[in-house]
């Protein structure tokens, strides 16, 4: 890994993204913490940063961190697995100062100026005014222009090295990831037809070329790390392939019905939604069961049993096994599913889903992907946990889960309270909302937010601290 290190630009190129994806990381949780803060206590850096400033900033770094720490992974991944130097670094540098230099500016906007005149200029220069897209349009189409842009270095360097599956399946996945962002950018008057693509955005771009990603990101670690079969990995990724962008494009339809679309996209979207998940834990699940397998075969053998090559980052792996299946999987089923749905559609029950998805799903993978990086950064062959990769594990984790179970029960006094038996009604919501329950739980959401805070700050310590230490101590 050293010398692949010293040798290979694209690695290089691969540690600026994760650098970057860390800091905004530290921001996304920051401004999550400010948000919930104001939950708790609404005068909160009042007139200062509004609370919907900080959830804008919040949602929209959570995304461009993974985006970034995506790319890396990227380029991280591509020399090993093409034999080849990653095709257009220098386009690749340009690319990643540009994104870095427009992501800056895009929130010190969302900061220093906030809102804007009713008109176009608000739109493309402070804020579209679209939930979770709140990105200025001149900022739209820089996204679009740097995501090309990767998508040409990835297929460059794809055709011109040894194709792997692995590469193959992320030049399909990549050309879908920029082609499904397009449907955002786009404007009707007619509300429907405008949330039809706005969700194609909010949740098919994730739930089919995210998930493929990641699964590509798994294939490649797990055979890094424990050296699995290629075979076996690559062929779940196919599977992989083959469900998610079915079930995903289908799995949406659990939107359609509020916004006017018909009724049995309930039952579709509810039922399709679920299965996601599934190759991805089927992946981990029969690569483990070959690997311990093998493990034990060489023990009864008398044979030195292999070890994992990457501790900290295999544990976040496995985690993301877990993660996915219980964020994407457990809690997305039971609150999309249609009857139930029609009380939590909009309760907090929809921010638990949403915490323990993304990041169950998608964060603990690529910060596996930031261990594996400096582990080949600094040359270690095998590296092992640590105290300070175990709290952060723990801390990170847990208070993830904890900040889950909060929104969950502050979602079920919603729907006590403020669906059941209030009818939704406005005197209804703001009854839940003052309730000693929903209150509590908000209270625990912050605390668990402060836990997952300082075990952030602990894994950038132990990042930082790789190098330092001797081959022995890690």
Do not use: C
């Given at each position: 890994m050293a010398n692949n290190y010293l040798t290979t630009e694209s690695k290089k190129l691969a540690t600026w993204y994760f650098t970057f994806a860390a800091i905004i990381f530290g921001a996304q949780l920051v401004f999550g913490l400010v948000a919930a803060f104001q939950y708790v206590m609404p005068g909160f850096l009042f007139e200062i940063v509004d609370f919907s400033v900080a959830r804008m900033i919040h949602i929209n770094a959570l995304v461009v961190w993974m985006v970034f720490a995506m790319?890396?992974?990227?380029?991280?991944?591509?020399?090993?697995?093409?034999?080849?130097?990653?095709?257009?670094?220098?386009?690749?540098?340009?690319?990643?100062?540009?994104?870095?230099?427009?992501?800056?500016?895009?929130?010190?906007?969302?900061?220093?100026?906030?809102?804007?005149?009713?008109?176009?200029?608000?739109?493309?220069?402070?804020?579209?005014?679209?939930?979770?897209?709140?990105?200025?349009?001149?900022?739209?189409?820089?996204?679009?222009?740097?995501?090309?842009?990767?998508?040409?270095?990835?297929?460059?360097?794809?055709?011109?090295?040894?194709?792997?599956?692995?590469?193959?399946?992320?030049?399909?996945?990549?050309?879908?990831?920029?082609?499904?962002?397009?449907?955002?950018?786009?404007?009707?008057?007619?509300?429907?037809?405008?949330?039809?693509?706005w969700w194609w955005v909010i949740h098919l771009w994730v739930e089919a070329t995210w998930e493929v990603f990641v699964g590509s990101i798994a294939a490649?670690?797990?055979?890094?790390?424990?050296?699995?079969?290629?075979?076996?990995?690559?062929?779940?990724?196919?599977?992989?392939?083959?469900?998610?962008?079915?079930?995903?494009?289908?799995?949406?339809?659990?939107?359609?019905?509020?916004?006017?679309?018909?009724?049995?996209?309930?039952?579709?979207?509810?039922?399709?939604?679920?299965?996601?998940?599934?190759?991805?834990?089927?992946?981990?699940?029969?690569?483990?069961?070959?690997?311990?397998?093998?493990?034990?075969?060489?023990?009864?053998?008398g044979k030195e049993v292999s070890v994992i090559a990457n501790k900290p980052a295999f544990t976040w792996f496995v985690l993301q096994a877990l993660g996915n299946f219980l964020g994407a999987g457990v809690w997305g089923f039971f609150h999309t599913f249609p009857q139930v749905n029609l009380y939590t559609h909009g309760t907090q029950f929809t921010s638990a889903h949403g915490h323990l998805a993304f990041f169950g799903a998608y964060a603990t993978i690529l910060i596996g992907m930031f261990y594996i990086a400096v582990q080949g950064k600094h040359g270690i062959k095998v590296m092992h946990a640590t105290k300070k990769s175990i709290w952060a594990t723990s801390m990170i984790f847990g208070g993830v889960l904890g900040m889950t179970a909060a929104l969950t029960m502050s979602g079920y006094v919603q729907v006590l309270v403020e669906r059941a038996q209030m009818g939704a009604s406005w005197s209804g919501y703001f009854d839940s909302q003052a309730s000693v329950w929903f209150a509590q739980g908000m209270d625990w959401r912050l605390i668990m937010g402060i836990v997952t805070f300082l075990g952030f700050v602990i894994l950038v310590t132990d990042l930082l601290s790789i190098g330092k230490a001797t081959h022995h101590e890690r």
């Open positions: 790319m890396g992974s990227v380029y991280w991944l591509l020399p090993d697995e093409t034999g080849i130097e990653t095709v257009g670094i220098g386009l690749g540098k340009l690319l990643f100062w540009v994104f870095a230099a427009a992501i800056v500016i895009v929130v010190l906007v969302y900061l220093l100026v906030q809102v804007g005149p009713a008109d176009q200029t608000t739109i493309w220069f402070i804020n579209e005014g679209r939930e979770y897209l709140e990105a200025p349009r001149w900022a739209d189409i820089g996204i679009v222009v740097v995501v090309l842009g990767f998508v040409y270095n990835l297929y460059a360097t794809g055709m011109k090295g040894n194709r792997s599956g692995i590469v193959t399946v992320l030049m399909a996945d990549m050309l879908a990831f920029a082609g499904i962002y397009l449907a955002g950018m786009g404007y009707t008057d007619n509300i429907s037809i405008d949330q039809y693509w490649y670690g797990l055979i890094t790390m424990i050296g699995a079969h290629r075979k076996v990995v690559e062929m779940w990724l196919w599977i992989e392939v083959a469900m998610l962008f079915g079930s995903g494009i289908l799995g949406i339809g659990h939107h359609y019905f509020w916004i006017g679309t018909p009724e049995y996209w309930w039952e579709i979207g509810a039922l399709f939604s679920a299965l996601e998940p599934l190759p991805l834990v089927a992946m981990f699940i029969h690569v483990l069961y070959d690997w311990g397998k093998q493990q034990g075969a060489q023990e009864a053998q």
